[in-house]
């Protein structure tokens, strides 16, 4: 024999609403959605709300309850205190439609924006080839189920509607995030798309989304904050302002891409630079400074015309941290 649990649950649709309260009959072991089936068949047949498979898989049941956005098939009744009010709430960032189901076709109009995986031109379907570790550091973000909670608690557009038109939230950073990462991608635009036309220097990293995951998906360390040091590279990072200093100009202006002076461990997709292009490094690993006096014309400097290069050798003061075997 169950217990009477104190329910608010919001009843409305487009044109207004309000929070109801009911007593249910709650047993041993059940989650919201199985008392939210039986206020249905015992109190409110007309109640609206969303759900398919019952096991944490589809992500159709997302709700805010307690204030906290949740999948409301794995959120336990055994959770909350014996005595406390439990208030379900649709998803406050999208439109209501009726009850608990809200219009979540921002984030379908959002992907279709997102360019498709491009495979390389040479090879046909069945010659991919990856490897075992490229595979495995876009795997965790296939397990998103597209349940919206990270869309949903982003207060990028759940306090600011305004900012839908320019943001495609953490759902859609992940998926930028995964094909700017595949080896295999032939497009080149990736970065500037997810700064310019997904909006991400609107995310300041505050993890709420990571919260909210069910899938435990580190959306913020592992997509999304790669991904921003991946977008701002060129301007700001000094590997590539080095190589702007040991590369021609006409090699360059020549067609060079923008990231060929990137050290292949930094840069996404794992794509070889030129081998002419790559600066001289000797058998300890180290860059010589000879790279950094080399007579050859530098690009324009970002810190101001008062600087030019290249610099004298009397002026150098850099130094490199003693290895190990220098110290023996």
């Known amino acids: 024999m169950g217990v009477k649990r104190l329910f608010r649950v919001w009843r409305g649709d487009t044109s207004g609403g309000q929070l109801e309260e009911f007593r249910v009959e709650v047993n041993e072991g059940e989650v919201v ?31 805010e309850i307690n204030g906290s956005p949740r999948l ?14 439990v208030t379900v709430s649709p998803l406050r960032t999208f439109p209501i439609i009726r009850d608990l ?53 982003c207060h990028v557009v759940r306090d600011h509607e305004e900012n839908k038109e320019a943001f495609a939230g953490p759902r859609l950073f992940i998926r930028a995030a995964e094909l700017d990462m595949h080896p295999l991608d032939a497009r080149s635009d990736r970065k500037p798309f997810a700064q310019e036309h997904q909006g991400m220097g609107f995310c300041n990293i505050t993890k709420c989304c990571t919260e909210v995951c069910p899938e435990h998906i580190k959306i913020t360390d592992n997509a999304i904050i790669p991904m921003k040091e991946r977008v701002v590279d060129n301007r700001y990072d000094p590997l590539v302002w080095l190589g702007r200093k040991i590369f021609r100009r006409d090699q360059l202006a020549a067609g060079a891409p923008a990231d060929a002076y990137v050290p292949q461990h930094v840069r996404a997709g794992h794509r070889p630079a030129p081998a002419s292009m790559e600066p001289e490094v000797g058998p300890d690993g180290r860059m010589p400074l000879t790279e950094l006096t080399f007579d050859r014309a530098g690009a324009a400097s970002p810190f101001g015309d008062n600087l030019t290069f290249p610099l004298p050798p009397e002026s150098l003061t850099y130094e490199q941290p003693a290895s190990p075997d220098d110290q023996k």
């Open 33 to 63: 959605l199985d008392v939210l089936h039986r206020l249905q068949a015992t109190q409110t047949p007309d109640l609206a709300v969303r759900w398919n498979c019952k096991a944490g898989k589809c992500g159709s049941c997302s709700l």
């Open 72 to 85: 409301s098939c794995m959120t336990r009744m055994s959770t909350f205190e014996a005595d406390e009010t």
């Open 101 to 153: 189901v809200t219009d979540v076709s921002f984030n379908y109009q959002k992907a279709r924006e997102l360019p498709a995986f491009a495979p390389p031109k040479d090879l046909a379907p069945g010659e991919y080839r990856m490897r075992q570790v490229d595979v495995e550091r876009s795997q965790e973000f296939r397990k998103c189920i597209e349940c919206f909670l990270c869309q949903n608690t």
